[in-house]
């Protein structure tokens, strides 16, 4: 059995209300932050309709539903028979804007961004290069299932970006520091594979085969003007120093 202690507090900015929520559960603290619009609802995505005999039980209602079943809520202006109805949904205007309508007798509260990437990270497209966001078991926890592009490193991060970083490296230094990410050299069909999933960095790198190329999707005057994998075709002397490309699993 789960219980309650909630604080609501509501302050008005000019014509734009931001209502602040806490619930204190015996798993911890969930806090969101709603901004109102006035006039306005979310049209679909209601999870649940409720008669509520006080304005504020709205969004402890959607606090106590969860993020599944309430991202943010419409509430009638006037009571009818004493009662207020307050619609639950399970979207937000930020996700969905195209819902959103004039409705004279309701006022609209949403999450704010910052409380929505805070609950639902994924919402905020932290992967990168074509990496896919997956919800972790618990709220505010994710992980990205990086795409082929960025199995081309030099060095990828938990959110699939890809470093900038210019290595000043021989060929044998170049696989010695693939060894240390945990990778080998990369292979130029690995590389065209990044290419053709979008990466495109201006800078020579070492290849397995002892050429040293880079990939490009637009031509730029100061990295040859060509689009490809733009580089050496043949092997070349290996005590030059390039970049490192390696790949990943």
């Given at each position: ?46 999870t649940d309709t409720k008669k509520v005999k006080d304005y504020f039980e709205c969004p402890f209602l959607c ?54 990437f805070s609950l639902l990270p994924c919402t905020s497209s932290p992967c990168k290069y074509g990496g896919t ?117």
């Open positions: 059995m789960s219980f309650f202690k909630s604080i609501v507090v509501l302050t008005s900015y000019f014509t734009t209300a931001f209502l602040s929520l806490a619930l204190a559960q015996h798993l911890g603290l969930q806090y969101r932050n709603f901004y109102k619009l006035e006039n306005r609802s979310l049209v679909g995505n209601v606090l106590e539903r969860g993020p599944s079943a309430c991202l943010s809520f419409n509430v009638g202006k006037t009571t009818y028979n004493g009662y207020y109805t307050c619609e639950l949904s399970n979207s937000e205007r930020y996700l969905d804007p195209h819902r959103m309508q004039q409705r004279a007798s309701y006022d609209y509260y949403g999450m704010t961004t910052e409380s929505l966001c997956i919800h972790g078991p618990r709220s505010g926890e994710f992980s990205c299932q990086c795409g082929v592009e960025i199995t081309i490193l030099p060095f990828i991060d938990d959110t699939c970006n890809v470093a900038i970083g210019v290595y000043r490296l021989n060929f044998n230094d170049a696989r010695r520091l693939c060894e240390i990410l945990g990778a080998t050299q990369a292979t130029y069909h690995q590389l065209q594979a990044a290419w053709e999933a979008g990466l495109q960095k201006c800078a020579l790198g070492w290849l397995a085969d002892g050429t040293a190329r880079y990939p490009m999707r637009t031509a730029s005057p100061g990295c040859g003007n060509y689009i490809g994998i733009v580089g050496s075709s043949a092997p070349i002397n290996k005590n030059t120093k390039y970049n490192a490309w390696c790949y990943k699993e």
